[in-house]
C-alpha cells in the first residue's frame, strides 16, 4: 500500500508524447498540431511525436528527457492502454520515476481509427483528449502495484490433446497441476482419429503415449467426470470448486467385466455406427482403463451381476483447490449440419467426415466397404460444411450467426481419408467437391499431391452456387446424387451418382458458456474464446491467469493445439515462478477520518470480500470504516459512486482526477489550441 | 570478449527467437540472444502493418526488441554468428564470431552525424535495393541496438565520419572480428527463412522487368519508413493505378523444387490489396490465385472483407508476364472458371513469393533437416513440434517450416516451454552444467572484452 | 592543441596506410562515388530552380528513370531533396537550396 504521507512540493514537470503509430495516428491526426497544443498546457515543459514510441529509440527519447529534463510525469498519446501501457510503464520506471506518474491517452482508437474521414475533426478530439490527459498528469500520485503470493498450482480444464500437453508442460516446470476432464477418459476427439496427418503416426498411439507421461508425472493430479463449477479470487490465488461425478463401478467392489450391460445406446465414439451400453469404454486401450457409468442413460436396475440387478448411485462430490492459474482447453466438437443441408439427416447415405473415419475404422480388414448394406463403390466428399459460411447462404446457428471462419483442418483431413481409401479400397471412385483446397501445412500439400495421383476427381464449386445433394429416383444403382457446377470444367453443371456423401464438417467449440460465466472470460464473434491479442499475447485472455489451449480458442490442428498448449504452459511458468504474482494498484481505498460506516459501498459492491467493516484507529479513537480487501478489489468504482461522504476514491483514477479530465474535455480555451 | 555461461543460446534475433528469449528470461533463465545482423528485428521489422488486426507491425515488433535489449536475463549479441558447436557433456558449446561494425558498440550513442557525413550512397537491401543508405549507418530507424556499422567494402577511408563523430575513439578502422565462446544447456534454433528469389521463376520476369517486385517490396512501399513514402512504381516512380497480385510465385510449384504452401502468401497478398486501396483509393487491384487459403483465426472473414471492398479476385495461373514499351507488365493467365487465356495489362505486378529455408543447422549442429522441404525436421510434429533429433536443441518459428507471424509466436512459446523443461528436468537429476539456478539473480556476465 | 595536432597528424597517417590495406576496394569506392557525384550534379542541376518529375529529369538527362528515382530517394532521404506535390501521376521534387552536405 502507498504512503500517504503528503507529496514533497516539487515542480511538476509534464512530458507529453504524441505517437505516430507508424501512420497508424499520423496519416489521420495532425500530430504537430498536437505537440504544438499540448506545449502550450501548464506545466508541460516538452512536447514531442514520434513516428514509434514504443520502439527503442521512442523510449529512449523519454528516459533522456527523464533524465535531462527533470520531466517528472509523462503523458503518452498513442495507442489502447491495453497494447502498450506496460511498455511505457517499463520505460518511465528505468528512467527512475515512480511508473504511476504516467499517463496513457489512447488517441489512435478513440481518434485517428474512428475519425479516419475527418482529420480536423479528429485532431481536435485528439487535442482535447491529450489535454485532458495532462489535467489528470498534474493529479497523478505514485503507486505501488499489489503483490500477491502466488499457489504454485494450475488448474487445467480439458483432457484432450491440448489440455494434457498443457498439464505436462506446467508441471514439467515443477508446478503442480490438477487435470480435469469432463468425460470419463482422457484423449478427447483425438482418440477417434486414426493416422495423422503430417506423421501418418497412430492418434491412439501418440495420445497413449503423452497420456503415460501425464498419469505418471509427479505433479499432476487427475480428475476425471469432473467440472468446474465455482470461481473465486484473482489471479495467483483463484479458489475453485470442482464437482465430480461418481465412476459408478470401482475396481475393488466388482470386477466391471463380469457385469451384464446391454449393448442399446448410440456409441458416440463412433458417431452412432455402433450401439454401447451404459457402462462403457470408448475403446481398448483407454484411460483411465475402468469403464465407467453413463449417467445420463442410467436406470436403476438396468444392469446385472451374477443374475441380480446391480443399483448404482451417482454421488458427485465438490472440493475446493487453490490455484494460481488456470489453462482453459475445452476443445470442440464437430459441427452438426441441420436436417437437410447436403442431406444430411434425410438421406441415410450422407454422413459427416469424423463419422466416416470411424466406418473406416471399424471396417478393418474388409475386402470391401460397406454401408448401409451396399458395397460403396462411388463417394463424394464436399468441403466446408459447416465453415466459410455467408450470411443469407446458409442456415444460422441458434445465435443467429453462420460459421464465417475457416476450419483449417478439414481439407488436409478429407484428403488424408481420400488416400486413406485409395490404398485399401483401390477401385472405389473419389470424388472431391471443393471450393478451394487449403493443404497449407508443413508436409499437408503432399496429400493433396497424391490424391491427384490417386486419380480423385476434384470438382470445384463457386460460393454462391453451392453442391446439392439429392436421393437418386427409385431403381438407380447409387442411390444420392451430388449436383456441382463445376468450375473445372468451365462451369459444366455435373450429376455424380454415389453411394456415400462424405460432408466435411468443420470445429464449433465445446459449448462452455458456464466456463465463460465462471471465469469472467470472453468469446469472440465466432463463439470461440478469445484471446488479448493475436500477436502480443495469443494465449492469454482478459481475465490475468486465465490462459487458452487448443481449439477452445479457434481451429487448429494437433501440432497446432500441442504448440499453443506448450505456449500457454510457458506463461503459467512465468506468472507462477516466482511465487508471487503482481496486480495493478487501481483498487478502492478509503479515507477513515470521512467514513462514517453507512455501508453503503458494501451494499453496491459486485465483488465478494471486496470491502468488509472493520474497527480501525483514527486519531487515536477506535470505529468502525469500511475497509477494502486490495486482492479482492476490481476497481470497478461503483462503491465511490455510493459514499454519501465521498469517503472512498478510487486509486490511480481519483474523482479530483475525473473533475479534471472533465474540466480539460470542455475547457473553453482549448477552442484556440485546436485551431492554432 | 568474455566467454558467456548461459541456460539458454538463442540464435536468431527475429520475431521467434525474441519471443523464445524472452519466455525464458521471464522465467528466470539466463539466455544469450545470437543475431546474425547488425539490429535484431527479422524480417518482420521491415512490414508496415499485419494481419488480421492490420497493426503497425512496429507496434508489435519494437517493444519485444525493445524489451530483449532491456532484460537483465538476456545478453544480446549482434553481427555474431556461431560458427561451430561442440557437445561438452551433456551442454553445448558455442564458438561465436562477432563481425567488426568498425564503430565501438559501447561507446556509440546513434546520433547518425557519421551517417549524415558520409559522401557515398548505397542501395539499401532493408528496402531492397530501392532505398539508399550510407557506407556507415544505423541499419534502420528503430535498430535495436541503434548503433553505426561500416561497410568496409565499400568505405573510401576518406575519415570524414571519424571528424564529426562526437565521442572520441569510437569509429575504428581497425576494427578486427573477434571470436569467443557461449557455453549452454540448450539451444534454440530460430534461424527463419528466406524469400523465393524474384527471379526464380524466369516467365515472370522478376529481376528483369523493374516493375514486377516481390511482395517485401511492397510492404516497403506501404511502411511509413519505405524508401519514397508513398507507393511509386520503381520504373519511373509513376503512383500505379493497377496493381496486380500473382499467387503462389514460388509455392506449390514442383518446378521450383518448391512443393509445399508457403501459408503467408494469401493473407498478405489481400493485407496488401487492403493497403494499397486505403493508400491509392483510385487503383484497381487485382489477385490471380489457385487456392486462397485464409485459414488462420479472423483470416477469412478478412478475406471476404477484401472482396467486399472490389478488390478483384481471378481464379487464374499466370503463364508468363512481359511488358510494353511503356514498362507496364502485361500479365498472361489461363482463367480458371471459363479456360480462356487472356493478356491483361497493369502498372506494377506483385509476386506473392514464398519462404525458404534460410539456414542449414546440419554441419554445425548437426540437427538433421527435412529431405523434402529443407526446414529443420521436427522429430515429434504432432505432439511436440519443437523438438528436432538432437536432445537439447530445440526449434521455433519458420526455421520449421513456413509460418506466419501469428504461429511463429506461439510456437515461439512452445519452445521456450519446452526449453525450459528440459532445463528444469537435468537440474533436477543434477545435471546443469551451465546456467545458475533460475531463483538466483546475480550480476550479469559482462559481454565485452 | 598540439595534442590534438598531433591525434590529427597519427589519424591521417593511419588513414592512409589503411587506404594502402585496402587498395582495391578503396579504389573501387572511389569510383562509385566519382559516378554517383557525376550523375547528381547533372540531376540536382534540372531540379533546382523549378521542381520535376522523374521522367522529367530523365528525359532532360538522358539518365535511365529508374536511376533518377533511386538518386531522388537517396538525397530525400537524407534531406537534400525535397517533395513539393503531384503532377498527375509523378511527385514533383526540388533540390533544397541549402541543403545540408
Redesign the interface.
Known amino acids: 500500500m502507498p504512503d500517504k504521507e503528503p507529496l514533497p512540493a516539487e515542480e511538476i514537470r509534464i512530458g507529453v508524447y504524441t505517437c505516430q503509430c507508424g501512420g497508424n495516428i499520423s496519416d489521420v491526426v495532425g500530430c504537430a498540431r498536437v505537440v504544438k497544443a499540448a506545449g502550450e498546457l501548464g506545466n508541460v515543459v516538452v512536447s514531442r511525436t514520434n513516428l514509434s514510441l514504443c520502439s527503442d529509440a521512442g523510449q529512449a527519447l523519454i528516459e533522456a528527457d527523464i533524465k535531462e529534463k527533470g520531466v517528472n510525469r509523462v503523458v503518452i498519446g498513442a495507442c489502447a492502454p491495453s497494447l502498450h501501457e506496460q511498455t511505457f510503464r517499463g520505460t518511465v520506471a528505468r528512467a527512475g520515476l515512480n511508473p504511476y506518474f504516467y499517463n496513457h491517452v489512447g488517441i489512435r482508437e478513440q481518434a485517428s481509427w474512428v475519425h479516419h474521414d475527418n482529420p480536423d475533426g479528429a485532431t481536435a478530439k485528439a487535442i482535447r483528449l491529450m489535454a485532458a490527459g495532462v489535467a489528470k498528469a498534474r493529479l497523478l500520485e505514485p503507486l505501488e502495484p499489489i503483490r500477491l503470493k502466488a499457489q504454485k498450482h494450475a488448474l487445467v480444464i480439458g483432457g484432450g490433446v491440448a489440455g494434457l500437453r498443457a498439464a505436462l508442460d506446467i508441471a514439467r516446470r515443477g508446478i503442480k497441476v490438477t487435470l480435469i476432464e469432463k468425460s470419463p477418459f482422457l484423449g478427447g476427439h483425438m482418440a477417434q482419429l486414426e493416422q495423422v496427418f503430417p506423421t501418418g503416426d497412430g492418434a491412439r498411439d501418440l495420445l497413449k503415449a503423452l497420456i503415460q507421461r501425464v498419469v505418471s508425472h509427479a505433479n499432476i493430479t487427475l480428475y476425471t467426470q469432473a467440472e468446474l463449477v465455482g470461481v473465486q479470487g484473482v489471479v495467483g490465488d483463484f479458489t475453485v470448486q470442482i464437482c465430480q461425478q461418481s465412476r459408478g463401478i470401482s475396481d475393488d467392489r466388482v470386477t466391471a467385466v463380469n457385469v451384464v450391460a446391454p449393448a442399446n445406446l448410440p456409441d458416440e465414439f463412433n458417431y452412432g455406427l455402433t450401439t454401447r451400453s451404459v457402462l462403457y469404454q470408448p475403446y481398448p486401450g483407454c484411460y483411465p482403463a475402468t469403464p465407467a457409468i453413463d449417467w445420463a442413460h442410467y436406470e436403476d436396475g438396468c444392469l446385472e451381476l451374477n443374475g441380480e440387478p446391480l443399483h448404482l448411485q451417482n454421488k458427485p462430490k465438490t472440493f475446493d483447490l487453490a490455484v494460481g492459474a488456470v489453462v482453459v482447453a475445452t476443445g470442440f466438437r464437430p459441427y452438426e449440419p441441420p436436417i437437410g443441408e447436403y442431406g444430411y439427416g434425410v438421406l441415410p447415405e450422407v454422413i459427416t467426415l469424423p463419422a466416416f473415419i470411424r466406418l473406416l475404422a471399424l471396417a478393418g480388414e474388409d475386402e470391401r466397404l460397406e454401408f448401409n448394406g451396399r458395397a460403396v463403390k462411388n463417394i463424394a466428399f464436399v468441403h466446408c460444411v459447416g465453415s466459410r459460411q455467408l450470411d443469407g447462404l446458409n442456415e444460422p446457428q441458434p445465435d443467429g450467426q453462420v460459421n464465417d471462419y475457416c476450419s483449417r483442418v478439414c481439407c488436409t483431413a478429407t484428403l488424408q481419408a481420400t488416400n486413406e481409401l485409395h490404398q485399401r479400397y483401390p477401385a472405389i471412385n473419389v470424388f472431391d467437391v471443393y471450393e478451394d483446397i487449403r493443404t497449407y501445412g508443413r508436409g499437408h500439400e503432399l496429400y493433396y499431391n497424391l490424391a491427384s495421383e490417386n486419380r480423385v476427381r476434384f470438382l470445384r464449386f463457386h460460393d454462391d452456387e453451392l453442391p446439392e445433394v439429392l436421393a437418386a429416383p427409385a431403381g438407380e444403382e447409387h442411390p444420392a446424387l451430388v449436383w456441382v457446377t463445376d468450375y473445372l470444367t468451365w462451369g459444366q453443371s455435373l450429376e455424380l451418382p454415389v453411394d456415400l456423401v462424405v460432408l466435411a464438417v468443420g470445429m464449433m467449440p465445446n459449448p462452455v458458456d458456464d466456463i465463460i460465466k465462471l471465469l469472467k472470460i470472453n468469446a469472440g464473434s465466432d463463439r470461440f474464446l478469445a484471446e488479448v491479442h493475436p500477436k502480443l499475447r495469443p494465449v492469454e485472455t482478459a481475465v490475468p491467469g486465465v490462459l487458452l489451449a487448443g481449439t477452445a480458442q479457434g481451429p487448429m490442428n494437433i501440432q497446432e493445439s500441442c504448440a499453443a498448449a506448450s505456449a500457454a504452459a510457458a506463461k503459467v511458468a512465468v506468472l507462477l515462478g516466482q511465487g508471487y504474482v503482481e496486480l495493478e494498484p487501481f483498487v478502492a481505498i478509503v479515507n477513515p477520518a470521512l467514513c462514517d460506516g453507512s455501508g453503503e459501498c458494501i451494499k453496491e459492491c459486485c465483488y465478494e470480500d471486496a470491502i468488509s467493516m472493520q474497527p480501525v484507529m483514527v486519531n487515536g479513537t477506535e470505529k468502525v470504516t469500511a475497509v477494502v480487501c486490495a486482492a479482492n478489489c476490481a476497481g470497478c468504482g461503483v462503491c465511490v459512486g455510493a459514499c454519501p461522504n465521498r469517503a472512498i476514491d478510487l486509486q490511480g483514477w481519483t474523482l479530483k482526477q475525473y473533475e479534471a479530465m472533465v474540466d480539460a474535455l470542455a475547457a473553453e480555451d482549448l477552442f484556440a489550441l485546436e485551431l492554432a | 570478449m568474455k566467454n558467456l555461461q548461459v541456460d539458454a543460446l538463442v540464435v536468431g534475433g527475429g520475431i521467434a527467437g525474441m519471443q523464445s528469449a524472452l519466455d525464458l528470461a521471464d522465467q528466470g533463465f539466463h539466455v544469450a540472444l545470437v543475431e546474425k545482423e547488425a539490429s535484431i528485428g527479422g524480417k518482420m521489422i521491415s512490414l508496415s502493418k499485419v494481419f488480421p488486426t492490420l497493426d503497425c507491425c512496429s507496434c508489435i515488433t519494437t517493444p519485444k526488441m525493445s524489451a530483449v535489449a532491456h532484460h537483465e536475463n538476456i545478453t544480446l549479441l549482434t553481427y555474431c554468428e556461431v560458427v561451430a558447436l561442440e557437445q561438452n557433456g551433456a551442454s553445448y558449446r558455442a564458438q561465436i564470431n562477432k563481425k567488426p561494425r568498425y564503430v565501438n558498440e559501447e561507446s556509440c550513442t546513434g546520433c547518425r552525424l557519421c551517417e549524415?557525413a558520409c559522401?557515398?550512397?548505397l542501395?539499401s537491401a532493408f528496402d531492397m535495393g530501392?532505398?539508399?543508405q550510407?557506407?556507415i549507418r544505423v541499419p534502420f530507424s528503430t535498430a535495436v541496438p541503434q548503433k553505426a556499422v561500416l561497410d568496409?567494402?565499400?568505405?573510401?577511408?576518406?575519415?570524414k565520419c571519424?571528424n564529426v563523430c562526437p565521442v572520441a575513439d569510437c569509429i575504428d578502422?581497425?576494427q578486427t572480428a573477434v571470436t569467443f565462446e557461449i557455453h549452454a544447456d540448450a539451444i534454440v534454433l530460430a534461424t527463419g527463412f528466406e524469400l523465393t528469389p524474384t527471379d526464380a521463376k524466369a516467365e515472370y520476369g522478376g529481376g528483369k522487368l523493374?516493375n514486377v517486385v516481390d511482395a517485401l517490396t511492397v510492404e516497403r512501399f506501404l511502411a511509413p519508413t519505405g524508401?519514397?513514402?508513398?507507393v511509386?512504381r520503381?520504373?519511373?516512380?509513376?503512383?500505379p493505378?493497377s496493381i496486380a497480385y500473382v499467387q503462389c510465385a514460388g509455392s506449390r510449384d514442383i518446378s521450383l523444387g518448391v512443393a509445399y504452401c508457403s501459408r503467408i502468401c494469401c493473407m498478405y497478398a489481400i493485407k496488401q490489396a487492403m493497403l494499397l486501396s486505403g493508400a491509392l483509393p483510385l487503383a484497381d487491384i487485382t489477385i490471380y490465385y489457385m487456392d486462397i487459403r485464409t485459414f488462420g483465426k479472423g483470416y477469412e472473414q478478412f478475406y471476404q472483407n477484401a472482396r467486399a471492398m472490389g478488390i478483384e479476385f481471378v481464379r487464374g495461373k499466370v503463364a508468363r508476364i512481359h511488358e510494353d514499351a511503356a514498362q507496364n507488365p502485361v500479365v498472361r493467365v489461363e482463367q480458371i472458371d471459363d479456360g480462356s487465356v487472356v493478356e491483361r495489362e497493369h502498372d506494377m505486378v506483385v509476386l506473392s513469393v514464398g519462404m525458404l529455408p534460410s539456414y542449414n543447422p546440419g554441419l554445425i549442429y548437426n540437427v538433421p533437416v527435412a529431405a523434402d522441404d529443407g526446414f529443420v525436421a521436427q522429430s515429434a510434429a504432432n505432439i511436440s513440434p519443437c523438438l528436432t533429433y538432437q536432445p537439447g536443441i530445440f526449434v521455433a518459428g519458420t526455421a520449421a517450416g513456413p509460418m506466419d507471424i501469428v504461429d511463429s509466436i506461439v510456437m515461439a512459446g512452445a519452445a521456450a516451454a519446452e526449453t525450459a523443461a528440459y532445463l528444469e528436468e537435468r537440474r533436477a537429476v543434477g545435471m546443469a552444467g551451465n546456467g545458475r539456478s533460475p531463483q538466483t539473480t546475480s550480476v550479469k556476465e559482462v559481454s565485452y572484452a | 592543441m598540439s595534442d590534438k595536432r598531433e591525434d590529427a597528424k597519427k589519424?591521417?597517417i593511419?588513414?592512409k596506410q589503411?587506404?594502402e590495406a585496402?587498395k582495391e576496394?578503396?579504389a573501387?569506392?572511389?569510383e562509385?562515388?566519382k559516378a554517383?557525384?557525376a550523375v547528381r550534379r547533372d540531376i540536382c542541376k534540372l531540379m533546382r530552380e523549378e521542381p520535376k518529375?522523374?521522367?522529367e529529369v530523365?528525359e532532360a538527362s538522358g539518365i535511365p528513370?529508374?536511376e533518377?528515382?533511386?538518386?531522388?530517394?537517396?538525397m530525400?532521404?537524407?534531406g537534400l531533396v525535397v517533395?513539393t506535390g503531384?503532377c498527375g501521376?509523378?511527385?514533383l521534387y526540388q533540390r533544397v537550396k541549402d541543403g545540408?552536405k
Not at chain 2, 524508401?227 to 508513398?230: A, K, S
Not at chain 2, 520503381?234 to 503512383?239: I, L
Not at chain 3, 533518377?68 to 537517396?74: E, F, K, M, R, S
Request: charged content about 25%; overall charge positive.
Open positions: 549524415y559522401p557515398l550512397d542501395p530501392l532505398g539508399a550510407r557506407v568496409i567494402d565499400n568505405c573510401i577511408l576518406c575519415g571519424e578502422f581497425t523493374r524508401p519514397y513514402g508513398h511509386l520503381p520504373s519511373d516512380g509513376k503512383e493505378e | 589519424r591521417a593511419l588513414l589503411l587506404r585496402h576496394t578503396v573501387h569506392a572511389q562509385k562515388l554517383q557525384q518529375t522523374v521522367p530523365a528513370a529508374h533518377v528515382l533511386w538518386h531522388i530517394t537517396a530525400k532521404k537524407y517533395e503531384m501521376e509523378y511527385y545540408k
